[in-house]
């Protein structure tokens, strides 16, 4: 008998950018050291080293609280995985919601994840999270140097 946290209710690339990126990194956190070191790079990339770090921190204890407080272990596929499982879902829709300022709507999520006493707490340390991996997974726009509309290119 499989999990049920484990069954796949959809794909990863169905998903919006940070719920794809909690996932993703959920998944990178939980898959030993060298995949959260891929994960610190891409923080660096993203933050410049000493936000990187803090930021860093942050998704690990996120994710430790989980472990931690959780009302059973997160079901997750593996780090390649195309599917996305129930329990990962949940987590990615905990983050965007709370990011997003759902206070409701991430405090529900929270309590789904975690112990009653604990979802509050959980849902604000998603806020702070998902709000990291907005930053990382909104594309900033590309800055163009201002032109007047009659500049002679070539």
């Not at 272990?73 to 300022?101: I, M, Q, W, Y």
């Amino acid at each position: 008998m499989h999990p049920r946290g484990g069954v796949t209710v959809g794909t990863l690339s169905e998903l919006p950018p940070l719920e794809a990126g909690a996932v993703i990194y959920l998944r990178h956190w939980f898959s030993g050291s060298e995949t959260r070191e891929q994960m610190r790079r891409d923080f660096e990339v993203n933050f410049g080293p000493e936000m990187a770090e803090a930021a860093f921190e942050a998704f690990g204890y996120l994710c430790n609280f989980c472990a931690t407080h959780g009302r059973r272990p997160l079901v997750r596929h593996g780090v390649t995985c195309k599917c996305l499982g129930a329990d990962e879902n949940c987590f990615a829709n905990l983050l965007a919601s709370a990011a997003e300022g759902q206070d409701g709507d991430a405090h529900i999520l929270a309590s789904l994840i975690v112990t009653p006493r604990k979802a509050q707490e959980l849902a604000h340390l998603a806020s702070d999270c998902g709000l990291i991996l907005q930053q990382i997974m909104t594309p900033q726009p590309v800055h163009q140097p201002a032109r007047p509309a009659a500049a002679t290119l070539h």
